[in-house]
């Protein structure tokens, strides 16, 4: 008996940690402004990354100029900004995912080392896309730079799981639950998602914006839940077109933040679980409207966010990245619930004898 009890404390303290953990992130961001202390981070950064791309840059026969001082690159064919393009939130979490709970410090220094590294080079070949690859950067280049990201923290995850034996029964456990269902275990459905990342990007930045009418359609119905939303908290919001405004504060939502990949991915994913047609087609208008409603109160959060700490345009952009996780997450966990409940459900009428 104790020794169940010792284990339930561990596994207590377990989730209690992460948990504190990712409420000490958010907070630190959120508090980050005022101290400056997360603006002095991100610049020291964006001046390692900016001279060397200047310096890569030369060797390959560009003549540009990085601008320490306003964070832009500055070349013959224009200008654009570094500063809403480092996501070092990437940094953050994988020095997290190495060192909670660390065994074997040397070898897991070194992992942590070689994500940095890839991650830099990362960063360094994003700047590239902006310079020599403008047109074709924002549906064939930058989803497969991103989902370079997601693939550095996948391996680490991998090595994490590896070197502790309590996450490997963890990660047995939830294979066994799921494996009736997809066929497959969890680090593959979690690869998966990886991989899907650049396809959404294709969908997002390349195939949505040939349908106007599409576009307009969706805008309007999450610009119509923000507006609701904030009405709901007291505030006085304007919708103009694409852009919603509170009082000198705004949020434009773009092509890309409709969340179109977003909800492909979930209705793929759900239509490849073993289940009746019938719960399919009803969890996937539910799961869709769930997603929609999701990014208006994401992007109700970014403008109160803007509003309340006067944050600076070029910093939102990853307080953006962030919001763009919770997506990812909550369609796993839309997915696991579809598997451990709603795909039994009986939706077609019982014949009486």
Request: with cysteine; proline share 2%; aromatic share 18%.
């Amino acid at each position: 008996m104790k020794k169940n009890i010792l284990n339930n404390k561990k596994n207590l303290f377990i989730l209690l940690s992460g948990i504190a953990l990712i409420m000490l992130y958010y907070i630190l961001k959120s508090v980050a402004p005022t101290f400056d202390f997360y603006g002095n981070i991100v610049n020291t950064y964006a001046l390692w990354v900016g001279k060397s791309f200047e310096w890569l840059a030369g060797l390959a026969g560009y003549e540009l100029m990085f601008d320490s001082a306003n964070g832009q690159i500055v070349s013959a064919t224009g200008t654009f900004s570094i500063m809403n393009k480092l996501a070092v939130k990437f940094y953050l979490i994988a020095f997290l995912m190495v060192f909670v709970f660390p065994r074997k410090w040397i070898k897991s220094i070194g992992v942590f080392a070689i994500a940095f590294a890839a991650l830099y080079i990362l960063s360094v070949l994003r700047f590239f896309v902006d310079l020599a690859f403008r047109e074709q950067a924002n549906y064939l280049y930058l989803p497969l730079i991103y989902t370079g990201r997601y693939l550095v923290l996948f391996l680490i995850l991998k090595y994490k799981i590896s070197i502790h034996p309590r996450l490997q029964i963890y990660l047995e456990k939830i294979n066994e639950l799921i494996r009736d269902k997809f066929q497959f275990r969890l680090m593959t459905l979690i690869f998966m998602f990886i991989i899907a990342f650049g396809l959404m990007g294709f969908i997002d930045w390349f195939l949505v914006v040939q349908s106007q009418g599409f576009v307009d359609f969706l805008s309007q119905w999450i610009l119509g839940y923000s507006e609701f939303l904030l009405k709901v908290l007291g505030y006085n919001p304007v919708v103009e077109g694409y852009q919603i405004n509170l009082e000198r504060n705004w949020v434009y939502l773009g092509t890309p933040c409709l969340g179109a990949g977003v909800m492909t991915l979930f209705a793929a994913l759900v239509s490849i679980i073993k289940s009746d047609w019938r719960n399919k087609l009803i969890y996937i208008i539910i799961g869709i409207n769930i997603l929609i409603f999701a990014n208006a109160v994401r992007i109700v959060a970014i403008l109160l966010h803007i509003y309340l700490y006067k944050i600076q345009g070029d910093l939102i952009e990853d307080y953006h990245g962030i919001s763009n996780n919770f997506f990812y997450i909550l369609v796993f966990i839309m997915l696991l619930i579809y598997t451990r409940w709603f795909a039994d459900i009986k939706f077609r009428k019982q014949k009486t004898a």
